[in-house]
């Protein structure tokens, strides 16, 4: 009898499959203007609507920008962001210390490294940075929102939903960066695309093709070894 885990799809197992999706998918960082199509873009956000979540509360809701809006979008942060104080609806963390802090230098770093930015240059650190609030030249940006009642535990939904999203997208040749910084401005964000007050603005996740010639699109972050990650892990 085959079981679920051994279940194999064109010759790889479902394992293999999904080995090779969460292997494969990096954080997109400069895009084509190419939109998706419909039918992948709706394909997509099917699949990331199994994501597991507390109590089935399924607490995401999703603003699916594309094109003028998109734009529209971008230019309200872009004039926003430079003269505005952040303003999220969920705290940003207290302090990184220790490795976890060490883990945010190196990704820092790899990342100005790999665009050519030297730590002195200050301008141009600044211009990448303002690439978040250009979504990086994507076709299309979804804004996720948790009920604010529904707290930490709808937030960590919302998480879990984002991280499905980019598996999936990864399946299906379609490339995507999920960005913390656009909600460290809800309120501009929020009165752009008239979100409730009762409902909290996550992050975003830009969606399109990378541009395979831009410098940033090669470089990767690198992940934890995993007996470091997970106490009691057999053979370790």
Known sequence: ??????????????????????????????????????????????????????????????????????????????????????????????????????????????LYDAVGIPREDKEGRLFQMLENFRFFGAPHVAIITSPTALGTYGVMDCGGYVSTLLAAAESLGVNAIAQAAIAMYADAVRDELAIPEDRSIVCAVSIGYADPDHAVNNWRTAREDVDVAVNGLPGS
């Open 1 to 110: 009898m085959t079981t679920t885990a051994q279940a194999t799809t064109g010759g790889l197992t479902n394992a293999d499959a999904l080995e090779a999706v969460l292997a494969g998918r990096f954080s997109c960082r400069s895009f084509q203007p190419q939109l998706v199509d419909d039918d992948t873009l709706r394909r997509l956000f099917t699949m990331a609507q199994r994501t597991a979540s507390w109590c089935n509360s399924q607490a995401w809701q999703v603003e699916l920008l594309g094109g003028a809006a998109v734009t529209r979008l971008s230019e309200r942060l872009m004039a926003h962001v430079p003269v505005a104080p952040e303003n999220p609806d969920i705290p940003g963390p207290a302090r990184y210390k220790g490795v976890y802090q060490d883990r945010r230098r190196a990704c820092g770093g790899g």
